[in-house]
């Protein structure tokens, strides 16, 4: 008898903790400029691992909470975490049973590509580009398909096929093959009147020539942050790849590009989401970040690339190919990179650590106007190349 007793008041409790568990998850919207999920909690120097950026007023259902971040359940099978100042509770709203999708609308303009998919609500979604063949793989989470047609019309350029899958019972995959192999970039983003998400798909340029097209140029650091400095000389990196980047701008119009954007162009405080929307406002067709390395010892050094999304990887080596053409030895070409100018999706992009500033040799190289002028030669025939491939 007392162990029946014991048993019931064990699945009791557990129960009532279940229970308790459960009631404690609240919704909450997203808020302020450039909110991203992380998959967890691990941290270095660049920030946890990004999963994706988001757009405003997205509903999430809070799970939990952890020190300056909280949990959130996406899916029956997938969470993340979003800091607390990228998000405010919605009060008295309850998640429903289910979300559902709805019609589709494929569809160009005169200068992008779209997809449109009707949704009960403003989902999280996370996106991914898949190459050979190019594809924009785009999930939604929380979505189970109520969708029986899709509209594809022939103002489209860069799409080639559109389908859907439902990958688990709330997980709703689009699938956007594109006609060219080189991703170009795309947007995700919510339709301000309506429960529609976007995914605007960039072109291809009808001509692949650099002097059509629109480059921005980020000289990295500046203002407060001065970045690495010289292991001999003690100059700042800050002050160096604004005179990198004041060649490369030079040598550009020189060659006959006539968009170019410089995220700053003295000495000034500009923190990263402050870049990423100048770089949104001015939509380039590519973009390069330079910095100079750094490192614990003075025996590493050489030059290296980095690129976030596998489909913007094709800039970064054609590139470091040039670089290395300098006599600079290799550091390598880095994928996955989690700095945030490396994190829109919007358009290729490349950052290039020059050379060590903590290694004496190529500090000595820095610091020689001669080898500033021959790195900006290097990066535009690096982009050159990498046009020259396509065609």
């Known amino acids: 008898m007392k162990f029946f007793v014991c048993a019931c008041l064990f699945f009791y409790f557990i129960n009532v903790s279940a229970q308790d568990i459960a009631s404690k998850y609240f919704l909450a919207r997203t808020i302020g400029k450039l909110p991203f999920l992380k998959y967890g909690l691990g941290d270095d ?3 946890g691992a990004k999963m994706t950026y ?3 007023n997205i509903v999430l259902k809070v799970v939990d909470s952890f020190g300056a971040d909280y949990k959130v359940q996406l899916s029956k099978y997938h969470t993340a975490y979003i800091d607390k100042q990228s998000v405010e509770r919605l009060i008295g709203k309850k998640q429903p049973a289910y979300y559902l999708t709805n019609s589709w609308k494929v569809f160009g303009d005169s200068a992008f590509d779209y997809v449109s998919i009707n949704l009960d609500e403003k989902l999280p979604y996370s996106s991914q580009q898949q190459i050979n063949p190019s594809k924009i793989i785009v999930d ?3 979505a189970t398909s ?5 509209t594809q019309l022939k103002t489209t350029k860069e799409i080639k096929n559109v389908y859907y899958q ?3 019972d709330d997980v709703f995959r689009a699938v956007i093959e594109l006609k060219h192999s080189q991703h170009w970039g795309h947007s995700i983003y919510y339709d301000s009147l309506a429960r529609k998400l976007i995914v ?3 072109r291809q340029p009808v001509l692949l020539d650099i002097k059509k097209l629109k480059i921005a140029i980020d000289a990295g650091h500046g203002g407060d942050n001065s970045g690495a400095s010289g292991l001999v000389s003690n100059v700042l990196e800050k002050d160096y ?3 990198f980047a004041r060649e490369l701008q030079a040598l550009l119009k020189k060659s006959g590009v006539k968009n170019i954007m410089m995220t700053r162009s003295k000495d000034t405080t500009l923190e990263m989401p402050q870049r990423i929307q100048l770089l949104k406002d001015y939509k380039p067709d590519i973009l390069v970040s330079l910095h100079l390395n750094s490192a614990g010892t003075d025996t590493v050094r050489g030059t290296s690339t980095y690129y976030r999304y596998i489909g913007f990887r094709p800039l970064t080596i054609a590139i470091l190919n040039q670089m290395l053409s300098l006599g600079l030895k290799e550091y390598g070409n880095v994928g996955n990179f989690n700095f945030s100018l490396s994190g829109p999706t919007d ?3 490349c950052l290039v650590e020059v050379a060590f500033l903590s290694n004496k040799e190529d500090e000595k190289k820095i610091l020689n106007p001669a080898f500033q002028k021959a790195v900006a030669r290097k990066i535009y025939l690096g982009i050159v190349d990498w046009l020259k491939a396509m065609k």
């Open 140 to 142: 939604i989470f929380g």
């Open 200 to 202: 605007r798909i960039k």
């Open 54 to 56: 988001l757009d405003s």
């Open 241 to 243: 790849t604004l005179k």
């Open 347 to 349: 358009y290729p992009n």
């Open 45 to 47: 120097r660049l920030g």
């Open 166 to 168: 439902q990958t688990e």
């Open 146 to 150: 109520n969708t029986n047609w899709i």
